[in-house]
């Protein structure tokens, strides 16, 4: 059997559901917010490292097209009087159109200056020892290359070398053609960046060497990063990608996002903070998880006073309950002794009124027999006068335990202790017989007891019983008529007598002879 919790118990689980709930809502709430802060985080460094790369990639692929176009004059046309005149107007032409450019270079292949984009050419001044001009003298290839960022000898500012070889008509070095990309155009577009106060920006060649970072340090450009954990992540696949990571130049941990360049071997990286990015989030969730445990509080605190309420209320409710049942122990009891002959345990006289009248309207609306048996003990005066009358009331109690053993047991039964010695037994749906060998049974027990009665000629106490029987009929039958004429059956048994049962006379009949004289015990 299932064991039932009081409703206390329940009241308890629903607070305590109900606020872990709002606290556990809140916190996947929150979480999901998180995750969504972080998700944008993400999108926003992607779109800035597209950006970046396309800008440093269009900013190199311009520098590389004006290289391209030069080497390709200086090897159709040689490097004649007039033909450096024409490269130096060209060179000027290109410089003043594009920005990005510091200057154009051509170095013969001593590395000394042929021609360039500045007014007057200093022929002193020699390149040889430049990374990017060694490069091109132990590398036969025309491809473009993108050198180490170096201080401009002309310029005096930081600039990124684009170059290309010049090869002679035999096929061997010729000198190189380079366009300087000034630092300071990246660093005004990095600048025009939002990354916030913590954020970074780089530029990167695929040897993990720094070209440019923001925050803006010189003494950062130049620095091989070959061991940082960016460069790990970018360089087995180099491909577009996102990682949180750990910055070895400041120990800042950032969402970056790194990015190769189409066309260059380069690649850029923007780096949001993540405590940065993450700031307001944790200030959103402090103070709408502090409202959210205040209100789950306040909840349990006043689901705790509702649960003692209910607590109080079911105590008193039990109280109530006891009481009531109680009461209506009393009351039956009350009413058991109200409808119960004290002596004999049977019904009383008011008990068999109201039951009586309740089967005889029950038999008229169904139309059914109504039987009814009047008992009267044999002599019970002589009894009492010849051994008192506490005798006669043992004598009275034995003779209704048999009545009470031997009568039928249905719904509407009902044995009952109608006035004195006078005993009364009514049989619902019962014929005339039926009821008849009822009252037989119960003579016959109440002899086979032989009680001794001295005064009684038979000797022993006996009992005398009258039966009829009436299916009412509205506007006919009364409810006494039934009983009159079991009363006259009695009669009768007694006058033939005694010790019998007798049977009543036709009801019809009965309504129009005279009353029968009184009867004698």
């Given at each position: 059997?299932?064991?039932?919790?009081?409703?206390?118990?329940?009241?308890?689980?629903?607070?305590?559901?109900?606020?872990?709930?709002?606290?556990?809502?809140?916190?996947?709430?929150?979480?999901?917010?998180?995750?969504?802060?972080?998700?944008?985080?993400?999108?926003?460094?992607?779109?800035?490292?597209?950006?970046?790369?396309?800008?440093?990639?269009?900013?190199?692929?311009?520098?590389?097209?004006?290289?391209?176009?030069?080497?390709?004059?200086?090897?159709?046309?040689?490097?004649?009087?007039?033909?450096?005149?024409?490269?130096?107007?060209?060179?000027?032409?290109?410089?003043?159109?594009?920005?990005?450019?510091?200057?154009?270079?051509?170095?013969?292949?001593?590395?000394?200056?042929?021609?360039?984009?500045?007014?007057?050419?200093?022929?002193?001044?020699?390149?040889?020892?430049?990374?990017?001009?060694?490069?091109?003298?132990?590398?036969p290839g025309r491809a473009a290359y993108v050198g180490l960022p170096v201080v401009s000898r002309s310029t005096g500012q930081w600039i990124i070398p684009v170059s290309r070889r010049i090869d002679k008509p035999d096929g061997g070095f010729g000198g190189v053609v380079l366009a300087t990309v000034d630092l300071d155009h990246f660093r005004r577009f990095y600048q025009s960046l939002d990354v916030g106060r913590h954020g970074a920006v780089a530029l990167f060649n695929n040897a993990g060497v720094l070209l440019l970072r923001r925050p803006f340090d010189d003494a950062t450009i130049g620095q091989g990063l070959r061991g940082s954990n960016l460069y790990a992540a970018f360089m087995p696949q180099r491909l577009a990608g996102s990682a949180?990571?750990?910055?070895?130049?400041?120990?800042?941990?950032?969402?970056?996002?790194?990015?190769?360049?189409?066309?260059?071997?380069?690649?850029?990286?923007?780096?949001?903070?993540?405590?940065?990015?993450?700031?307001?989030?944790?200030?959103?969730?402090?103070?709408?998880?502090?409202?959210?445990?205040?209100?789950?509080?306040?909840?349990?605190?006043?689901?705790?006073?509702?649960?003692?309420?209910?607590?109080?209320?079911?105590?008193?409710?039990?109280?109530?309950?006891?009481?009531?049942?109680?009461?209506?122990?009393?009351?039956?009891?009350?009413?058991?002794?109200?409808?119960?002959?004290?002596?004999?345990?049977?019904?009383?006289?008011?008990?068999?009124?109201?039951?009586?009248?309740?089967?005889?309207?029950?038999?008229?609306?169904?139309?059914?027999?109504?039987?009814?048996?009047?008992?009267?003990?044999?002599?019970?005066?002589?009894?009492?006068?010849?051994?008192?009358?506490?005798?006669?009331?043992?004598?009275?109690?034995?003779?209704?335990?048999?009545?009470?053993?031997?009568?039928?047991?249905?719904?509407?039964?009902?044995?009952?202790?109608?006035?004195?010695?006078?005993?009364?037994?009514?049989?619902?749906?019962?014929?005339?017989?039926?009821?008849?060998?009822?009252?037989?049974?119960?003579?016959?027990?109440?002899?086979?007891?032989?009680?001794?009665?001295?005064?009684?000629?038979?000797?022993?106490?006996?009992?005398?019983?009258?039966?009829?029987?009436?299916?009412?009929?509205?506007?006919?039958?009364?409810?006494?008529?039934?009983?009159?004429?079991?009363?006259?059956?009695?009669?009768?048994?007694?006058?033939?007598?005694?010790?019998?049962?007798?049977?009543?006379?036709?009801?019809?009949?009965?309504?129009?002879?005279?009353?029968?004289?009184?009867?004698?015990?």
């Amino acid at each position: 059997m299932h064991r039932r919790f009081p409703i206390v118990f329940w009241a308890r689980v629903f607070v305590g559901v109900v606020c872990l709930a709002l606290v556990a809502i809140d916190g996947w709430r929150s979480w999901n917010a998180r995750a969504e802060r972080l998700l944008e985080m993400e999108r926003a460094t992607f779109n800035l490292a597209r950006a970046m790369a396309q800008q440093a990639d269009d900013s190199i692929k311009a520098a590389d097209t004006s290289v391209a176009e030069l080497v390709e004059r200086i090897e159709a046309d040689g490097l004649g009087e007039a033909a450096l005149a024409r490269l130096h107007t060209r060179m000027v032409a290109q410089v003043a159109n594009l920005p990005q450019l510091g200057g154009l270079f051509a170095y013969d292949e001593q590395g000394r200056w042929l021609v360039n984009s500045r007014p007057l050419l200093n022929a002193t001044l020699n390149n040889a020892d430049r990374e990017y001009f060694r490069h091109h003298r132990s590398h036969p290839g025309r491809a473009a290359y993108v050198g180490l960022p170096v201080v401009s000898r002309s310029t005096g500012q930081w600039i990124i070398p684009v170059s290309r070889r010049i090869d002679k008509p035999d096929g061997g070095f010729g000198g190189v053609v380079l366009a300087t990309v000034d630092l300071d155009h990246f660093r005004r577009f990095y600048q025009s960046l939002d990354v916030g106060r913590h954020g970074a920006v780089a530029l990167f060649n695929n040897a993990g060497v720094l070209l440019l970072r923001r925050p803006f340090d010189d003494a950062t450009i130049g620095q091989g990063l070959r061991g940082s954990n960016l460069y790990a992540a970018f360089m087995p696949q180099r491909l577009a990608g996102s990682a949180t990571l750990l910055s070895p130049l400041d120990g800042q941990v950032r969402l970056n996002s790194y990015r190769p360049l189409q066309h260059y071997p380069l690649f850029v990286t923007a780096a949001l903070s993540r405590d940065e990015m993450l700031a307001q989030w944790r200030r959103d969730t402090f103070l709408h998880s502090l409202g959210v445990v205040l209100l789950a509080a306040m909840l349990g605190l006043f689901g705790q006073r509702l649960v003692r309420q209910i607590g109080l209320r079911e105590h008193a409710e039990g109280e109530l309950r006891a009481a009531r049942d109680a009461l209506e122990q009393v009351n039956r009891t009350l009413e058991r002794q109200a409808m119960q002959d004290g002596l004999t345990g049977l019904a009383n006289r008011r008990q068999f009124d109201v039951t009586l009248g309740n089967e005889f309207s029950r038999a008229m609306r169904y139309q059914h027999l109504l039987a009814f048996v009047m008992v009267d003990v044999d002599y019970f005066k002589q009894y009492n006068d010849e051994y008192g009358h506490s005798k006669g009331d043992d004598c009275l109690r034995a003779v209704c335990a048999q009545i009470r053993a031997l009568t039928p047991k249905r719904p509407g039964d009902l044995t009952a202790r109608y006035g004195g010695e006078e005993l009364a037994i009514l049989l619902p749906d019962t014929d005339l017989a039926g009821a008849h060998a009822v009252a037989e049974r119960v003579r016959a027990a109440v002899e086979a007891l032989q009680l001794p009665h001295a005064a009684s000629p038979l000797g022993v106490v006996t009992i005398s019983a009258g039966v009829a029987t009436l299916m009412p009929q509205r506007d006919v039958h009364l409810a006494g008529m039934l009983v009159d004429a079991a009363d006259q059956a009695l009669y009768a048994a007694k006058s033939d007598g005694r010790n019998r049962v007798a049977r009543a006379p036709v009801l019809a009949r009965l309504a129009t002879e005279p009353a029968p004289p009184p009867r004698t015990t």
